[in-house]
């Protein structure tokens, strides 16, 4: 026998490696969602404290009314838990997954804690009193999960747990290791914690607005070649940044500026990236960050620099269509890079561009939800998984 069933949606080969068993996609996923109290979810969009110890009770959920770029792009878990608030028992082929009111119908179990957010609101500086809420938060949700006869049934590995933002749960994530989590990268995870074998990669909202008006002739009208906007000097991966800001800062049409989160640095990235023909995407303080989602959605031609990153969807999409990828060496070799932009004609780019508006609805988190959106795609993954 090639191997032997460890336990139900997994499979144990000789060799001692894990994966999961695939589950059939021909109907959607079926996801019982846990009735926490809103503390955990909702609760930390107002902070007012008001009836925190009560589950939301309504299947309409408060609009998203985060003002700060790093609350929004790690904003995943608050469209998963939307998707899921009215979703109950819907066929109508739109989407990927519905929402079952017994747990024992389910595919998986979806907990809907903000840990991004949580930790945005409180555990940003990582230590002082809103640090230790942040923990506390992240200790009432583990024991929440290990007293669940759900969690024990299966030692929490049909589990779903949204972990985007980096540092999202990280006093207790060890204890949710076997769990599916939804994350940006895997840049500040131990590899027992999580791994692309059980795990989802999901894309960042992005923080730009979508081009949805973009011209036939854009290759003319795009007149800089490469765009970049943002923190050029950044921790581990992101090193490259500095280095790629001496082999490009005064190229003649090249933008490459140094700039924080603010109003006016969106609205000049909007629209520096719908006049480039190519957006520089450079890791951060971890292999991913937002910029390539905003290039997107703006039909910039995506130039990844990394040496390690996983991309959201890959099984679906092939980014080589409309990407362009560097490791950080050839990247920061003078006048390579630039070389090899330079040399792409209107014929090529356009192919290219073509392809990132026919992806882009892929990478748009909203509500209602539409076919083959973010979170359908996500689901889609979760399923698959």
């Not at 207790?172 to 939804?182: D, G």
């Amino acid at each position: 026998m090639a191997g032997s069933s460890l336990y139900t949606g997994l499979w144990k080969s000789d060799d001692g490696s894990i994966t999961r068993l695939k589950r059939s996609c021909s109907h959607p996923l079926k996801v019982y969602m846990y009735d926490i109290p809103r503390k955990f979810n909702f609760g930390l969009m107002t902070m007012d404290n008001k009836n925190e110890d009560l589950p939301w009770g309504n299947h309409a959920a408060p609009p998203w009314s985060q003002q700060w770029e790093v609350n929004k792009q790690h904003s995943v878990e608050y469209w998963m838990t939307v998707y899921l608030l009215d979703g109950w028992d819907r066929k109508d082929g739109r989407r990927a997954a519905i929402r079952v009111r017994d747990p024992y119908q389910a595919d998986v179990f979806f907990v809907p804690f903000f840990a991004s957010l949580s930790f945005n609101n409180y555990g940003y500086g990582m230590e002082g009193p809103g640090a230790e809420l942040d923990k506390n938060l992240q200790e009432c949700v583990v024991n929440i999960l290990l007293n669940s006869k759900w969690w024990k049934a299966s030692q929490g590995r049909d589990h779903v747990i949204v972990l985007h933002h980096p540092n999202a749960f990280r006093h207790y994530r060890h204890l949710l290791n076997s769990s599916m989590l939804i994350v940006a990268d895997f840049g500040r995870f131990s590899t027992d914690v999580a791994c692309l074998q059980k795990d989802i990669v999901a894309p960042y909202e992005h923080v730009v607005q979508s081009y949805v008006d973009d011209h036939s002739n854009s290759f003319s009208q795009r007149h800089i070649l490469l765009y970049f906007q943002g923190r050029i000097h950044r921790k581990a991966d992101g090193i490259v940044r500095a280095k790629l800001a001496k082999a490009l800062m005064n190229e003649k049409d090249v933008h490459y500026m140094d700039s924080e989160a603010s109003s006016e640095a969106l609205a000049e990235a909007t629209s520096g990236m719908r006049s480039s023909r190519f957006c520089l995407h450079p890791a951060g303080d971890t292999p991913s960050s937002c910029r390539l989602f905003d290039a997107i959605v703006s039909h910039c031609v995506p130039v990844i620099v990394s040496d390690r990153i996983e991309l959201p969807f890959e099984d679906d999409i092939d980014y080589n269509e409309f990407s362009l990828f560097f490791s950080s060496e050839e990247a920061v070799r003078p006048q390579y890079l630039l070389r090899i932009l330079r040399g792409i004609n209107e014929t090529k780019w356009t192919q290219m561009w073509t392809k990132l508006k026919a992806v882009s609805h892929h990478f748009e988190f909203q509500h209602p939800a539409k076919k083959d959106d973010a979170v359908n795609m996500i689901f889609k993954q979760v399923q698959r998984s």
